[in-house]
């Protein structure tokens, strides 16, 4: 059988693993450029044994990455899930785990000179039109992967990449609260639905007869819970604005619970039919948003905890004294650690917009080299 070899990386973004690509490399046409995805990956097959894929949903992801002809980035960053189980592969959402790649590679590659000793690469991130900008550090011009920075859900520690986003309120369902509510009950279970960066159904864990600290294998094998989840899923998916979800990976769904650790708040993430051993990062800052709204779901399970310091202000009124700058660091739960997400909102006349998102993540470049992909897949593409 004639394989055919593409450049590719192999890369840890956070806690996500996958290849990434100069879309240069990979074909133009959709259908072609999947079905090579599906092979170089392994996919159709849940342990994606004949590919490069880890028979998981958090390390069976592509990046793309190309240089941006706009004003204010520097390159261009497509996110592609590819399904272990199943012959898709979706552009349906970001990811800001394999996010956290894409500078180290950008600079890699030659498509952005690195600077001394810390080069600020900035990405459009084409999922949800939205600008995202990676401090990279590059002593001596060299991209430097070693450090000290440490993220809950990846041993060691390795060199910091703090990400900060612009506006990624609304960016895949047209608004913060895409319902236009702050709360619904949706097949009888109260829900925020959010999107800021992520869309994400937050649900009370307690809610479901849950504690919350459940391990992500116990949420998996409780079939009635999983239904019941998933029943939710596919009726908040057109409320949200997304259309049917049924064959899409959002929203994610969110089940919060009291801080257990001294955080703000505890999180179980199925993004959407596995349970995630962390939490997303656009998830992560979508429940931390959640967490400044008075009304929501999350500060319903807080009220009585410690809430984080935004809420408590913005629940003073809807006309505070002072305008609050609201910027906080929320730290958010997860079965593995936790995720802190540095917000700053703005109030006005009862609305919160959400001014700036920030976080930190490490990357490391695990293989660089060639994917071996049989020719079949370019005429399975071709009868896609
Ligand atoms: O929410 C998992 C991950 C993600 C996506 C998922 C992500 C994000 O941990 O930005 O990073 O929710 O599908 O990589």
Same mark, same amino acid.
């Given at each position: ?5 593409? *450049? ?46 880890? *028979? ?19 390159v ?9 189980d ?45 600008l ?16 000290s ?22 960016? *895949?369902?047209g ?5 236009g ?52 899923? !596919? ?53 931390a ?12 399970? !807080?009220?009585?905890v410690?809430a ?7 629940a003073?009124?809807d ?7 609201? *910027? ?8 593995t650690?936790?995720f ?8 006005s006349a ?5 001014? $700036?998102?920030a976080? !930190?993540?490490?990357? $490391? ?20």
């Open positions: 059988m004639r394989q055919v070899a593409i *450049s590719c990386s192999a890369m840890r973004g956070g806690t996500s693993k996958g290849l990434v690509f100069l879309a240069d490399d990979l074909p133009d046409d959709r259908a072609t450029r999947d079905a090579v995805l599906l092979a170089a990956m392994g996919s159709p097959d849940e342990r994606e044994i004949d590919g490069m894929g880890g *028979s998981h949903p958090l390390t069976s992801k592509v990046a793309v990455v190309s240089p941006s002809a706009r004003d204010d980035a520097d261009e960053y497509l996110f592609l899930q590819v399904w272990p199943r012959a898709e592969v979706s552009d349906g959402q970001n990811c800001g785990n394999m996010l956290a790649a894409v500078g180290p590679f950008a600079i890699e590659q030659g498509l952005v000179p690195a600077a001394d000793p810390l080069t600020p690469v900035r990405i459009w991130m084409r999922n949800t039109q939205t995202a900008t990676a401090s990279v550090q590059t002593p001596g011009g060299l991209v430097r992967y070693d450090g920075a440490r993220i809950d859900g990846v041993p060691g520690t390795h060199a910091p990449i703090p990400i900060e986003f612009a506006d990624v309120a609304g960016s *895949s369902c608004a913060l609260l895409p319902t509510s702050v709360s619904d009950v949706i097949e009888g279970t109260r829900v925020t639905c959010i999107d800021n960066g992520m869309p994400v159904v937050c649900i009370a864990a307690a809610d479901l007869g849950l504690t919350g600290q459940e391990s992500p294998a116990e949420l998996e094998a409780d079939a009635e819970l999983t239904r019941r989840v998933e029943a939710i899923r !596919l009726a908040a998916g057109p409320l949200m604005n997304l259309g049917d979800v049924t064959d899409k990976t959002v929203p994610k769904m969110s089940l919060l619970s009291p801080p257990a650790h001294g955080g703000a708040i505890s999180t179980r993430t199925f993004i959407p039919h596995r349970v995630h051993e962390a939490i997303g990062v656009f998830g992560a800052v979508s429940v948003t959640a967490c400044m709204l008075p009304g929501s779901v999350a500060t319903t399970v !807080l009220r009585g410690n984080p310091e935004p809420a408590a202000v913005l003073r009124g006309d505070p004294p002072e305008p609050p700058d609201g *910027s906080a660091d929320i730290e958010v739960e997860h079965p650690g936790f802190t997400v540095t917000l700053a909102v703005e109030v009862g609305t919160i917009t959400v001014s $700036r998102s976080l !930190l993540r490490t990357a $490391r470049l695990l293989m660089r080299g060639e994917v071996m992909v049989p020719s079949a897949a370019w005429s399975q593409g071709a009868s896609r």
